[in-house]
Every structure is written in C-alpha cells, then in structure tokens.
C-alpha cells in the first residue's frame, strides 16, 4: 500500500509533462500546418512529445543526471529526422526552416519533460514569433536589390560547345577568366547530348562584378566555336 502514495505523484507529473508538450507542440505544428509545410501538425507534437516521454523517462530511472543524458540524446536523434526534410533541387536547398522547426520542437518537449513549462512556453513563443513575425522582414530583405560585388556566392562561368572543341573552349574560357583577374578554382566537361558539351568553369572568387562577367562571357561568345556563354552564382550558405 505505500507504493500507490509514491506512484501516483509521479504519473501525475509525467501526464502533466505530456500535456504541456502536446499543447504546445500543437501551438507550433499548426503554423506549419498552415503554411503546408513536409513536416506538420502532427510530425510537430510527435516530436515534442517523444523528446518530453524521453527525458521524463531518463528523469525517473535515474535523475537528474539521467535527464541530462537524455537530452543529449535527444539532441543528436532529432537531426536525423531533420535530415529527412531537407532536400536539395539542383541549386536550392528546400526544408532548412522546417527541419530548425523540428529541433526547436524537441526543445520544448525537452523543458515540458524535465518539469520546466514555462520555460517550455518561452521556447514555443520564440519560435513562433521567429516563423510569423519574422516573416515581413525576411520578404523585404529578399527584396531589397543587391550587388553581385556584395554577396558571397559560388561563381560558375559556361559555354557550350562541340564535344570535338571541348579542349580550345577550355583553354580559352580559363584564359579569358584569368585575364579578367578571375583565377579558376576547378573546371569540368559536361555532356549536353551527341552534338554539344558544356565546359564549366569554377572561380576562386566569392564576389564579383557582374558587369566583368558579362564582359567575359560576351567575349567568349564571339569566339570561334563558342555556341553560347553565360555565367550563374549559388548563394553561400
């Protein structure tokens, strides 16, 4: 009979840890919801859920410092369920923000299992407030023009040409760039069917001026052989 008195406080905290979570992961998953993200209301409290059971759990069996074990674990576990929903399409990268959604989600089931609510709720507005609020900001920014010469990206300088005039295109394109101050990082030949290739260039810089590059590939283009030249920029992470 002296076990139920022990029992019962102990269930009843671990159902409110739960509670706390579902709640709150709900808060955050409906905002993904909304906006339709791969990972949504339910994948959001899953995964505040099992991180609050997780540390609950690690919590009773040995304490404090098998919480603190558990979160770590939890920690590590949760990237690779982030890992799933983030993809890659050719040069964007697509799910970074829901994936961050998901670890933070983990946070709060974290608190919510380690009896901090309200530090659980803190988390939750925040990243709420990071999802909305934010969100104005980030349009304008994106909006706002820029200069080539401003930004650090990944520069890669094309032209397309015969497979039999792969060599003098690859020669010339790495001459032109370096004349232009450009020097070529790395540099490969890409097959565009039985009657094209294209010879793609990689620059060492990380800032340009696009109006040098346009130089460059307007010169390219008038060359002997040259079918078509043209130069693009992946934006640094």
């Known amino acids: 009979m002296t076990i139920g008195p022990y029992i019962l406080p102990e269930t009843l905290n671990s159902a409110i840890s739960l509670i706390v979570a579902f709640v709150l992961g709900t ?82 089931g974290a608190f919510a299992g380690a009896d901090l609510p309200l530090e659980a709720l803190f988390v ?30 990944t520069y890669e300088v094309q032209v397309t040409t015969s497979p039999e005039g792969a060599g003098p295109a690859r020669d010339l394109l790495v001459e032109r760039l370096e004349a232009a101050s450009y020097p070529v990082a790395g540099i490969e030949v890409v097959e565009r069917g039985e009657e094209a290739v294209e010879v793609v260039a990689t620059l060492l810089a990380s800032a340009v001026e696009a109006a040098e590059l346009d130089a460059v590939t307007a010169e390219l283009e008038r060359a002997p052989g040259i079918r078509h030249a043209t130069w693009s920029a992946q934006t640094a992470d």
Do not use: H
């Open 27 to 108: 808060l955050i998953g409906a905002e993904r919801q909304y906006r339709q993200r791969s990972a949504g209301l339910r994948t959001a409290v899953l995964v505040a859920l099992g991180a609050a059971a997780f540390v609950d759990l690690g919590v009773r069996l040995t304490g404090n410092e098998g919480g603190t074990r558990t979160v770590a674990y939890v920690i590590s576990g949760i990237g690779f369920l982030g890992a799933g929903v983030i993809m890659k399409e050719g040069m964007n990268v697509r799910g970074l923000n829901t994936a961050a959604t998901l670890w933070c989600s983990a946070a709060v």
């Open 124 to 153: 939750t507005v925040a990243v709420l407030a990071c999802n909305t609020l934010l969100r104005p900001l980030v349009n304008a920014i994106n909006r706002a023009p820029i200069r080539e010469s401003e930004t650090e990206a």
